[in-house]
């Protein structure tokens, strides 16, 4: 606890440290920061976390976040200030409240937590564990159009952890940024937003200082192979280490990024992931795509 409590600091500071985006008009608080420190046994379908969570908003007593079913919360609390003492915070968990999002797969997977912060807490710091493994929907759809499903799974297969798991502490407005350390067996790879930074101890830091509606974390064995393009790092992250394939792909950023900079603006990240995932997807995210294994053999 002591330990991984040490290298969360980096992150509380990196994340306290940036200008809140906007004011609530409304009495109620909205998530604005994530510095969490996570390890990932994928052999067991486990994850342990500790996030430091942090609000805007007037908080008080009665504040609602959701969090996956499956993931036994340890402590909610606060560190004392200047100390590494722990203060605790009662909660209860009662099933889901939210309005939903559309997809009853999410609001089947999350239950709502009401924690006592005092009056005017501005962030709380939270320990959860448990397992993680809703096997994997085959999709039934003409053309494989949506792709497979799952809310979220950790496995010997691979990992892939969405906002719709419920993997971290949210609330249905937050707008987010996130400071994730991860760390993943010998061998293991994650991919999420923002900045990438090799620690200590095997631990990988994922830093984005664009706020974003969730967070996405995946994870394999994988082959990274980069390249620079336009003063943004661009890697693939495939099962096996084909670089004829990597290099198709990387090429092919090199026309296409710079030709949607030109049509919108800027491209607001540092960098662009073209990630190889375990089963049928064609997704998005901020900052990496996370394409199936057939996807990526199609021919451009």
């Given at each position: 606890?002591?330990?991984?409590?040490?290298?969360?600091?980096?992150?509380?500071?990196?994340?306290?440290?940036?200008?809140?985006?906007?004011?609530?008009?409304?009495?109620?608080?909205?998530?604005?920061?994530?510095?969490?420190?996570?390890?990932?046994?994928?052999?067991?379908?486990?994850?342990?976390?500790?996030?430091?969570?942090?609000?805007?908003?007037?908080?008080?007593?009665?504040?609602?976040?959701?969090?996956?079913?499956?993931?036994?919360?340890?402590?909610?609390?606060?560190?004392?200030?200047?100390?590494?003492?722990?203060?605790?915070?009662?909660?209860?968990?009662?099933?889901?409240?939210?309005?939903?999002?559309?997809?009853?797969?999410?609001?089947?997977?999350?239950?709502?937590?009401?924690?006592?912060?005092?009056?005017?807490?501005?962030?709380?710091?939270?320990?959860y564990e448990g397992e993680i493994n809703d096997p994997i929907n085959p999709s039934t759809a003409l053309g494989r159009v949506r792709g497979d499903y799952t809310s979220g799974i950790i496995s010997p297969e691979g990992v892939y952890l969405s906002?719709?798991?419920?993997?971290?502490?949210?609330?249905?407005?937050?707008?987010?940024?996130?400071?994730?350390?991860?760390?993943?067996?010998?061998?293991?790879?994650?991919?999420?937003?923002?900045?990438?930074?090799?620690?200590?101890?095997?631990?990988?830091?994922?830093?984005?200082?664009?706020?974003?509606?969730?967070?996405?974390?995946?994870?394999?064995?994988?082959?990274?192979?980069?390249?620079?393009?336009?003063?943004?790092?661009?890697?693939?992250?495939?099962?096996?280490?084909?670089?004829?394939?990597?290099?198709?792909?990387?090429?092919?950023?090199?026309?296409?990024?710079?030709?949607?900079?030109?049509?919108?603006?800027?491209?607001?990240?540092?960098r662009f992931d073209i990630v190889e995932n375990f089963f049928s997807t064609g997704y998005g995210m901020p900052g990496f795509t996370l394409l199936g294994s057939r996807v990526l053999t199609m021919p451009f």
């Open positions: 606890m002591r330990k991984l409590l040490l290298l969360l600091l980096a992150g509380i500071l990196f994340i306290s440290s940036m200008p809140v985006i906007g004011q609530y008009e409304s009495d109620f608080p909205e998530i604005s920061g994530h510095a969490m420190t996570v390890i990932i046994t994928p052999d067991d379908h486990w994850i342990s976390a500790l996030d430091v969570v942090f609000l805007e908003g007037a908080a008080g007593p009665g504040f609602e976040f959701t969090l996956n079913k499956n993931l036994a919360i340890k402590y909610i609390g606060r560190i004392a200030e200047g100390t590494l003492s722990l203060e605790k915070f009662d909660f209860e968990i009662v099933p889901y409240q939210g309005s939903g999002t559309g997809e009853v797969d999410e609001t089947a997977t999350v239950h709502t937590v009401i924690v006592d912060l005092p009056e005017g807490a501005d962030s709380f710091l939270i320990e906002s719709e798991t419920g993997w971290y502490p949210d609330t249905e407005f937050s707008m987010a940024k996130y400071n994730v350390t991860v760390q993943l067996p010998e061998g293991w790879s994650s991919v999420s937003q923002g900045d990438r930074d090799q620690q200590e101890y095997g631990f990988v830091e994922w830093t984005s200082s664009v706020p974003s509606d969730g967070c996405v974390l995946v994870a394999n064995q994988y082959n990274i192979n980069t390249r620079t393009i336009d003063g943004v790092e661009c890697s693939t992250y495939f099962y096996m280490d084909n670089e004829d394939l990597s290099n198709q792909f990387l090429d092919k950023l090199e026309e296409y990024l710079p030709a949607y900079v030109e049509l919108f603006g800027p491209y607001p990240y540092s």
